[in-house]
Structure formats: C-alpha cells, structure tokens
Nanobody, 122 residues
Framework: VQLQASGGGLVQAGGSLRLSCEASGRTFSSYAMGWFRQAPGKEREFVAAISWSGGSTYYADSVKGRFTISRDNAKNTVYLQMNSLKPEDTAVYYC????????????????WGQGTLVTVSS
C-alpha cells in the first residue's frame, strides 16, 4: 500500500483545513487508517484513527471535538477535517495504514505516507 497525503497549508488560528490521504492498491478497505503528527523537536503523536469499515473512530484528547476522521473506501481515501485550529496543531501530519491493535500506537501501522505540513498562525 502506498499512501499520498495532501491538503496541508498555512491557516490562521480558528480556521479549518481538510487533509486527504489517497492509497494505492486494492486492499485499502481491509486496513484501519490513522493520522499522526510530528511537531519540530517532538515525537510523532497519535491524532485520530478509523476502523476498516469506518464504523469506529478514535481521537487524541487534544483534538476531540475539533477534528473528524472519515474514509471513502470507494475512493481509497481517508480524510481528516480539522476545525478550530490552534497554533499548537502546527506539525507535519502523516497518514498510516495498518491492522494491529491499539490503533493509537505507531506500532499498529505498517505503511506511512510522506507527510503534509500544517502551519497555524496566531
């Protein structure tokens, strides 16, 4: 599975962005998908995850109520809608595919996209 993330950019605090991650291959619908982020000088951290069917979603406490993860298996794409953005959301965002538990763990994922930069100005 190859993953291509897009949609990052510069936005003011309080604004919104939608990230997309398109997967190649026919097995997309068999993978759980996750979004992680890494700010400068910090470790990569969990943001959100969605089960293979889309029936279950998981969020980091820091983004709960502001971010929404969704997927369209017909388009091999997972999305991250980010609202009410804060300067502390500034990071490179990575999408990942995998099927090990727990989905909040980096170790649950086998495939990673290249990352897309989100910058939130105050």
């Amino acid at each position: 599975v190859q993953l291509q993330a897009s949609g990052g950019g510069l936005v003011q605090a309080g604004g919104s962005l939608r990230l997309s991650c398109e997967a190649s291959g026919r097995t997309f619908s068999s993978y759980a998908m996750g979004w992680f982020r890494q700010a400068p000088g910090k470790e990569r951290e969990f943001v959100a995850a969605i089960s293979w069917s889309g029936g279950s979603t998981y969020y980091a406490d820091s983004v709960k109520g502001r971010f929404t993860i969704s997927r369209d298996n017909a388009k091999n794409t997972v999305y991250l809608q980010m609202n009410s953005l804060k300067p502390e959301d500034t990071a490179v965002y990575y999408c990942a595919a995998g099927n090990r538990w727990p989905f909040r763990s980096i170790n649950a994922y086998d495939y990673w996209g290249q990352g897309t930069l989100v910058t939130v100005s105050s």
